[in-house]
């Protein structure tokens, strides 16, 4: 099969229905035809599509916000040179379409040569540089460097990626041109396309949006769902009655789903406590209601209640109650330093809404997390606020990732106003979060976008690994809300404005520390590029992407839960023990 550098990628003309066959022309060639299907696959292609895709192909390589295995890359790769593809082809079918004149003669034919030479040259030097960009971005993280040998991965990954969104797409196009082939015969030219058009878009949106979206959510519901269920040796069954799924507890042991069982079963021990803090620890309470405890949300609410009461938790001094990711995680780096800082006097309490990992999650529970936290928290709230003031224990919230969309749909509802909260910790919020938006975008002038300062700290504040609590000297009330974000994690940062317009947190002095120098903006490619960071936000050294450290935590629960007799000496020496215990991301 040869391969054809056609001028257009263009649809080609529909003569009206019903015209004249034009003269010395049979009645096949007078019919209405936008190409035959058999021609729709031939290896033909728009050279000013080919030249942007070159250039686009450059573009992939930049670095982005994490270091990108090969695979990865070559996934970007292939994906970004066909859309540097669809937008030349696209551009030059645009212009032939408004009958522009073109550029001919001694001018195209020195133009044409020294524009396919600057695509390579930028391809080449990009290509040479890939290795250094990356091994830039590991070096800023502690990993080991990357060698030219990812190459032939990228090289294949990007070839079959590239091939198979080329074969979807001229699929579409024999599609729609053969819809305004059978409506070209019954129709007038203008209204075929457009009516045909119309309709195709339709289907497909409804596909998409319906029946292929409802599909991969029963799939992956499906597919998570049994994981939730097995019971592996490297859980423990609490024998406590402090806990969860212990004898005494009124949730069982197989009703706490895989995450549940991980939580009630972790933790430190008495004993740890004691070493850290020099005696006089509790037994933590950690209660949790997972999606088979109940059949209704707040029939689950009720049980963590009731264990609650049950465990004695609303005794303590401080009871948090946790929104967990869609897996129904709770991070031990997280609710671990809490525990250590008050020397187990605590409770934590939290409520599966899901099966499905946070990245499917973000698109398919956002009302199922909101509602989950909204109808748990007012359960657990109202009899709160029925207890006395002086005795009853401090109440907070926390949440990683999506959990902290649900803090933040807590944090907005009414139940919240007459008997306040005392503080909150919110990890990694993603991009869905309205109200982190909002403080980002109504932050204090001078103050970076990557960790800003809203009203100079009276409530809420925001940190990263290096700090950041202390950076204004305006007092901090009450009621202190913390967010607890990396400048490098993709899932606090993407944004589909980043397309079109450059994110404010890229430019000189908003970026954070964790942010590579190298690291450009592009439309469309710097968006794609972040996007496909999501994927591998979990899979870098702790403290870089989404993975945040005990230490971060244990910082950021002191300045929000400001426990007594804390020391800076003391701070570093339980960072180290909290830095010592293995980290399991189940």
């Known amino acids: 099969m040869s391969v054809t550098v056609s001028s257009s990628d263009a649809p080609e003309a529909i003569p009206d229905a019903g015209s004249s066959p034009p003269a010395g022309g049979g009645h096949s060639r007078w ?25 686009f192909f ?173 019971v592996t040796e490297d859980m423990t069954r609490p024998t406590l009655p402090e806990r969860s799924g212990s004898p005494q507890s009124l949730s069982s042991w197989d009703s706490l789903g895989r995450q549940g069982r991980y939580f009630v079963g972790g933790g430190p021990t008495v004993a740890e406590l004691d070493t850290a803090n020099g005696g006089g620890a509790k037994e933590p309470i950690r209660v949790y209601a997972g999606l088979t405890g109940a059949d209704t949300i707040q029939g689950r609410a009720d049980l963590l209640l009731a264990e609650l009461k049950r465990s004695g938790a609303f005794d303590r001094k401080v009871l948090v109650v946790a929104t967990t990711t869609g897996t129904g995680f709770l991070d031990s780096n997280g609710v671990d330093p809490l525990e250590f800082a008050w020397n187990g006097d605590t409770a934590i309490a939290g409520v599966q809404y899901s099966y499905l990992p946070s990245w499917i999650s973000l698109l398919a529970d956002q009302e199922a997390v909101k509602e989950t936290s909204q109808v748990v928290f007012a359960t657990v709230h109202e009899y709160w606020a029925t207890l006395p003031e002086a005795t009853r224990p401090k109440l907070y919230l926390y949440g990683l990732s999506l959990g902290s969309f649900g803090v933040e749909s807590i944090l907005q509802s009414i139940n919240i106003l007459n008997e306040p909260i005392d503080g909150a910790l919110m990890v990694g919020p993603p991009f869905v979060n309205p109200l982190h938006q909002q403080l980002s975008a109504e932050r204090d002038p001078g103050s970076p976008a990557s960790l800003p300062i809203y009203e100079q700290g009276r409530t809420v504040r925001f940190a990263n690994e290096q700090g950041g609590l202390d950076r204004t000297t305006g007092p901090w009330g009450p009621t202190r809300l913390v967010y607890l974000q990396h400048a490098s994690d993709p899932v606090v940062f993407f944004s589909t404005s980043m397309a079109f317009s450059k994110p404010e947190w890229l430019y000189n002095g908003q970026r954070g520390p964790d942010v590579s120098e190298r690291m450009g903006w592009f439309p469309v490619v710097t968006m794609w590029q972040t996007l496909l960071d999501l994927a591998g936000a979990g899979d870098v050294p702790m403290g870089y992407g989404h993975l945040y450290s005990a230490t971060a935590n244990l910082e950021s629960w002191l300045a929000v839960t400001q426990p007594p007799g804390w020391t800076p000496e003391r701070v570093k020496a339980l960072s180290k023990i909290l830095e010592a215990r293995p980290y399991v991301n189940t």
Do not use: C, H
Not at 38 to 54: D, H, N, P, Q, Y
Not at 102 to 111: N, S
């Open 31 to 55: 019919r209405p035809t936008l190409g035959e299907p058999r021609k729709v696959f031939e290896l033909s292609f728009s050279g000013v599509g080919l030249t942007v895709a070159g250039f």
């Open 58 to 230: 450059s573009l992939s390589l930049l670095p982005s916000l994490l270091p990108r295995a090969a695979v990865v890359q070559g996934v970007a790769s292939g994906v970004t040179v066909l859309i540097g593809y669809g937008v030349g082809a696209g551009a030059q079918a645009l212009w032939e379409y408004l009958g522009i004149p073109v550029i001919t003669g001694r001018v195209r034919r020195i133009l044409v040569p020294v524009i396919v030479a600057l695509v390579i040259m930028s391809a080449a030097l990009a290509v040479w540089r890939l290795v250094g960009w990356q091994n830039q971005i590991r070096s800023l993280y502690g990993m080991e460097p990357t060698s030219p040998t990812v190459w032939p991965v990228i090289v294949v990954v990007a070839i079959v990626v590239a091939a198979l969104i080329l074969v979807v797409s001229r699929s579409l196009r024999l599609l729609f041109r053969t819809v305004f082939q059978w409506l070209g015969r019954r129709l007038p030219r203008r209204v075929a396309a457009v009516t045909g058009t119309a309709v195709l878009l339709v289907i497909i949106w409804s596909l998409l949006t319906g029946v292929l979206v409802n599909g991969f959510f029963a799939a992956a519901n499906a597919t998570f769902a049994p994981n939730d269920t097995r």
